[in-house]
């Protein structure tokens, strides 16, 4: 039996495949579509790169490279970073999302896959078919939207992009805050570490004193109990380093003999120059990720209610489109003819009026969702500006104006007792207050450090709940 087919439905198959944005589809497929994003904006903002590996070897490499970087090494800020954004697992899974969005509009890109299913029914005597249908079914209602669902997916990969960029940069700093955290510890601990010693010296003498008869029992304990407060609270300050130092080995992915680095024991000087930037404002408005973010969110919120709107018309049709084939008469001629099959349901309320409503709230949701979010990206940049400059200030005066006044009053205080004129234990109490004027400093310099790493988070909205 010979089949004369038509020529239109053997081809629908082919024109549905061919709805597919070959550009698209080429980009989204790549397997790091949407990184070189993420990448270059992580390099501007935080001076290290982004890497994402997505194969065992690639995973390998990078744990080879951190180790390199870190291993048995005094490391600085610039490093950790470095290490944790190549090395950081938590990273890695959401550098994934970023992919299975990709992956979405590759799959929107492609557009729908039309299937044939032939059926043969009717078998004569001489067993030949005494019919033959063949029915193509497509997405049809997917063929004829796929543009602005296309347009809605891009949105949505653009937003995973900056949420991307977003949670790389709350790592990097999160894992600066954690180096200063453990540097500013250690420095702590040795300024505590060198009065201890001072401190013992004096204990010691008081109690040959005491043996003597010439110290009274409650001045012996004032001298006693310093030391042993000095004893605790450099106890207190090793924890805080190693606690400090073990958050900052998290953050960096480093497990194994890879935690065997060093950080340095005292905190990087002031700088010279005023620090702060008068156009943070400014430059949050334009780089924060959470407001890219809000702003394609009303974009998708626009053409996907816009996109309710054009099929809400055919939303309660169930399609099927195919052709069937019969033998006429003569066994030899053969008769194709298109099937249209519609199923009708009358909805019991107005959907377009419900959808046009949604969107309207949906969008207004999101447009004031937004303007807070630039309201607080606005104050928040206001606010880092103000911390760092304040924070350099008050630094710059326990280092310009207490510290220089301390020395001088160690200075006459030693003078005074080489000539005999004051105590062994004036001298200690001097260089007692000469230590919380040490530690002061040491905690406002760190402080500084840790304004100045808000400052990255306030322009692009890296927030530090972190990876970890």
């Known amino acids: 039996m010979t089949l004369s087919w038509k020529p239109a439905v053997l081809a629908l198959p082919a024109l549905l495949a061919a709805c597919a944005d070959t550009g698209t589809v080429r980009m989204a497929s790549d397997p790091k579509a949407g990184f070189s994003l993420v990448s270059q904006s992580t390099r501007q903002a935080t001076g290290a790169g982004g890497v994402w590996a997505q194969s065992a070897v690639e995973v390998a490499a990078n744990e080879a490279r951190a180790r390199s970087l870190v291993h048995r090494k005094t490391i600085g800020p610039d490093t950790a970073v470095q290490v944790a954004l190549m090395n950081n697992r938590g990273l890695q899974a959401a550098y994934a999302e970023l992919g299975l969005s990709a992956a979405d509009l590759w799959e929107t890109a492609i557009g729908p896959v039309p299937t044939l299913g032939v059926t043969i ?39 995973a992009q900056y949420a991307a960029l977003g949670q790389t940069v709350a790592l990097a700093t999160e894992t600066r805050l954690a180096w200063i955290d453990a540097v500013s510890a250690f420095e702590r601990a040795g300024l505590v570490g060198r009065a201890q010693g001072t401190a013992d010296a004096a204990s010691e003498l008081a109690s040959e004193l005491g043996r003597t008869g010439a110290m009274n029992r409650a001045d012996q304990a004032r001298e ?33 003999s890879d935690i065997d680095f060093y950080v340095p024991d005292r905190l990087p000087g ?67 003819s298109p099937v249209l099959e519609v199923e009708f349901e009358i909805p019991v309320y107005d959907t377009g009026k419900l959808a046009s409503r949604r969107g309207e709230l949906a969008y207004m949701r999101a447009a004031n969702q937004l303007a807070q979010a630039a309201v607080n990206a606005r104050s928040e940049a206001r606010s880092a500006h103000a911390a760092v400059t304040g924070k350099y200030n008050i630094a710059r005066h326990w280092r310009d104006e207490v510290l220089p006044l301390r020395r001088v009053i160690d200075e006459e205080a030693l003078r005074s007792y080489n000539g005999m004129l004051t105590s062994t234990f004036d001298l200690i109490a001097e260089a007692r207050e000469g230590l919380e004027a040490e530690l002061s400093y040491a905690g406002a310099k760190a402080d500084y450090w840790r304004a100045e790493a808000g400052m990255t988070a306030a322009i692009w909205g890296g927030s530090t709940g972190g990876t970890d």
């Open 224 to 256: 006693h109990v310093f030391t042993a407060e000095l004893a605790a609270e450099r106890a207190d300050a090793r924890l805080e380093a190693q606690l400090a130092k073990e958050k900052l080995t998290r953050l960096m992915g480093l497990w194994g």
């Open 121 to 159: 029914s009717g078998i004569g005597e001489a067993g030949l078919a005494r019919s033959l249908e063949a029915t193509v079914t497509g997405a049809i209602l997917e063929a004829v939207t796929r543009k602005p669902r296309q347009a809605i997916a891009e949105t949505r990969f653009r937003q």
């Open 270 to 336: 002031l700088p010279g120059r005023r620090p702060g930037r008068a156009e943070a404002e400014k430059l949050a408005l334009t780089h924060r990720t959470d407001l890219a973010i809000g702003r394609l969110e009303l974009e998708a919120i626009a053409r996907d209610y816009r996109l309710a709107g054009q099929t809400r018309m055919i939303s309660d049709l169930a399609i099927v489109a195919g052709a069937e084939a019969e033998r006429s008469g003569s066994p030899t001629e053969t008769e194709v």
